[in-house]
């Protein structure tokens, strides 16, 4: 049991570290926006270079992973967020954005490096739940993020607590050394690294069909998954007369029933012996979560409107650990760092590109109803062609 407990609580806990980094600066943004000379809104640039790099650093990590081992490139992660949240310290648009650089080549790598160790270590019959609990590693960062760093600001203000979450990302890199050893077993130190192989992941994920065409279906759950976390909120206030903190607190209770809820569909996923059908229904799901919430008015009952906070929270943010067991599952053998790297690539590519169209879409007439209920039709064509495809494999010889 050790050996199988120990890789998921370190993977967990650097998963949990870098997210917390990554969600630190919009935190502080509210303050820091005043400091540094810009509107606050601006945050949502930091996060599309923080991804659009992510892209790129999740192709490129795989020589690396396989020549100094998936913990060092983990503790490499977590070291580059300290060093991109102390850049940001700094106080200054230049830096800012350099801080975004420096914090999209850590956050790629880290769940490749976690897909290669959890492969290895993980009994096939556990592998939905295990990648699922290390992906609740995501919604904790920010629960994290969210809860401690403002108490951060009070005390010391927001320069400092970018530096705390730095040092916090740094002490997590160091206790990580101790195990490294053991799980880094695997490497090659004679292994080349060339940016000819960033090329490699797309190709291992493009060639197979089934992975393709899970890495689009994560494409349509990504954008969907930041949807709701990035318009929930502005929705909620600007088109039903919510308070700020009422309508965070529908964004809470999505978020932590979603942390419930990736443990929930990885056990179901293991014991059914179904994922696919599993991922089918999340994705119904969130669609009819989306359709949901473009039904909301203000005669809505509050109850009611939390449950459909929390179910549509638990479908289009609970996908991501059953989604990533299947991508390893499915790789071909020892291919599981390359496959999740170019599944990965698809899915950054939806946080990229569809908060920003839904905003368009929103300013330019269709408002957020239309909006959310346009979202849930390329899901349910997803949920469509998961079922086709559980059924074509138990049809199988």
Not at 26 to 35: E, K, T
Not at 122 to 146: C, E, I, R, Y
Not at 263 to 269: R, S
Request: aromatic share 8%; net charge positive.
């Amino acid at each position: 049991m050790r050996s199988e407990v120990l890789p998921l609580a370190t993977t967990l806990a650097v998963q949990a570290l870098v997210s917390m980094a990554v969600f630190t600066v919009p935190v502080v943004a509210p303050v820091a926006a005043a400091d540094v000379g810009i509107a606050a809104a601006y945050v949502g640039m930091y996060i599309a270079i923080v991804y659009g790099i992510s892209m790129v650093s999740s192709l490129a990590c795989g020589d690396l992973i396989r020549k100094v081992g998936a913990i060092r490139v983990s503790q490499l992660s977590l070291l580059l967020a300290a060093a991109a949240l102390m850049v940001a310290a700094g106080g200054t648009l230049p830096l800012l954005l350099a801080s975004a650089v420096l914090m999209g080549a850590g956050y790629g790598p880290v769940t490749p490096a976690s897909s290669h160790v959890l492969a290895r270590t993980t009994p096939p019959h556990m592998m939905s739940l295990v990648f699922s609990l290390k992906q609740t590693g995501v919604p904790v960062g920010g629960a994290l993020a969210g809860a401690l760093v403002p108490l951060l600001v009070l005390a010391a203000g927001w320069r400092w607590s970018l530096l705390a979450v730095g040092a916090a990302c740094i002490g997590v890199a160091v206790l990580a050394q101790a195990i490294r050893a053991g799980l880094d077993g695997d490497r090659d130190p004679a292994r080349a690294i060339g940016l000819a192989s960033a090329a490699g992941p797309l190709r291992v994920v493009t060639s197979a069909p089934d992975l393709r065409r899970l890495a689009l279906c994560s494409f349509i759950f990504s954008s969907m998954q930041l949807c709701l976390i990035t318009y929930l909120v502005t929705y909620l206030t600007s088109a039903l007369d919510y308070t700020l903190v009422q309508a965070g607190l529908m964004l809470s209770m999505a978020q932590g029933t979603a942390i419930v809820a990736r443990i929930g569909w990885g056990v179901l996923a293991d014991r059914s012996g179904r994922p696919l059908t599993v991922l089918a229904g999340v994705a119904a799901g969130m669609a009819g979560g989306a359709l949901g919430v473009a039904l909301f008015t203000p005669a809505w009952p509050t109850v009611a409107m939390a449950a459909v906070c929390a179910a549509f929270g638990a479908t289009a943010i609970g996908w991501n650990g059953v989604f990533l067991a299947e991508i390893a599952r499915r790789a071909p053998a020892g291919k599981a760092v390359e496959a999740t790297g170019g599944a990965l690539f698809f899915t950054y590519f939806g946080v990229l590109v569809a908060p920003p169209l839904f905003g368009l879409a929103v300013e330019n007439g269709l408002g957020y109803p239309l909006a959310f209920a346009l979202m849930a039709l390329p899901a349910l064509g997803a949920s469509l062609w998961l079922f086709s495809q559980q059924r074509a494999a138990r049809a199988a010889p």
